[in-house]
């Protein structure tokens, strides 16, 4: 017991520390009007901040795109989570660990989401991006796509996030895929299945699991992407990408409605928690 706690505690405390301390002492700022950290003079509210997303309608102005725009996000993503992780799982499994193609898919993620937002807009500039005129030689687009535009950011920003952690979804699905039985695999061989139908009636039944945790850390991944949006231009220059993680970002620290801000992030918090617990109970039920 000692020895599994000695495991956990240093996780646990910085877990508890920098996320469980800072979102209790922040509860009380929910029901203030408070501008900034430092706003010496504070006034409590009751609920109007949280009736505000239903009442202010320049609250609703800000709120109702950025959600949109984040929902797009969220299901764009999470076809690269399949397109992107779920190939390479395969691929893995399939031919054979090989330990220098693991380390070369997991490096993206070693980088900056900031300075892969950067290579991004440098590599489809208009006039000189790499990737646009490539693109452009090959036949594949008659102009050069626009990152700042809503079709642009809404096209490039998934990739671009589902290229980055393209080595994580990787090691989700590869742990589903280590832990089918063999002997199922090997019975489905022997009874003349061909590959298609051992996917979809052996391998994909028994990864449930593992696609119940990939679906949950999307969700985490795409609602609190940050990054890869400010390279992107969206505190500034491109109102396209600015998702609710950037709108939280604004209210609180540039145009100073702290709390209203906070409230926000609360009320967007709070439903996903419910999905995250009952994708939870749903893997339990699942597992094999």
């Known amino acids: ?26 509860i009380p700022y929910l029901f203030t009007d408070i501008a900034q950290f430092n706003d010496p003079q504070i ?24 959600l949109r725009r984040t929902l797009v996000f969220v299901f764009l993503n999470y076809t690269t989570v399949y397109i992107f992780g779920l190939t390479l799982a395969l691929m893995m499994y399939e031919v054979g660990f090989r330990g220098g193609f693991f380390t070369i898919v997991y490096l993206p993620l070693m980088v900056s989401g900031l300075a892969v937002g950067y290579m991004a807009v440098m590599l489809f500039a208009r006039e000189t991006g790499t990737a646009n005129l490539l693109l452009m030689e090959l036949g594949v687009i008659k102009e050069p796509f626009n990152i700042y535009s809503a079709k642009g950011t809404a096209f490039i920003l998934p990739l671009l996030v ?37 996917l979809w009636r052996v391998y994909f039944p028994q990864m449930m699991p593992a696609f119940i945790m990939a679906t949950t850390m999307c969700l985490i991944g795409s609602f609190t992407v940050f990054d890869e949006l400010v390279a992107m231009g969206a ?20 145009v100073e ?32």
Request: hydrophobic content about 55%; cysteine-free.
């Open 162 to 198: 589902g290229w980055r952690y393209a080595g994580y979804n990787m090691a989700i699905f590869l742990s589903g895929l280590l832990a089918i039985p063999s002997e199922t695999i090997e019975a489905s061989i022997v009874d003349g299945a061909s590959y298609w139908q051992r």
């Open 235 to 254: 505190l500034y220059v491109n109102p396209e990408a600015k998702l609710l993680s950037v709108l939280f970002f604004t209210y609180g620290f540039q």
């Open 43 to 66: 006034n409590g509210v009751g609920l109007r901040n949280f009736l505000a997303l239903f009442t202010d309608k320049s609250v609703q102005a800000d709120y109702l795109p950025a």
């Open 257 to 288: 409605r702290l709390g209203m801000g906070m409230t926000l992030a609360m009320e967007t918090f709070l439903p996903l928690i419910l999905v995250g617990i009952a994708l939870q109970r749903l893997q339990r039920r699942l597992q094999y």
């Open 1 to 26: 017991m000692l020895r599994d706690w000695a495991f956990i505690l240093p996780q646990l405390s910085i877990f508890v520390a920098l996320t469980i301390v800072p979102l209790i002492l922040a």
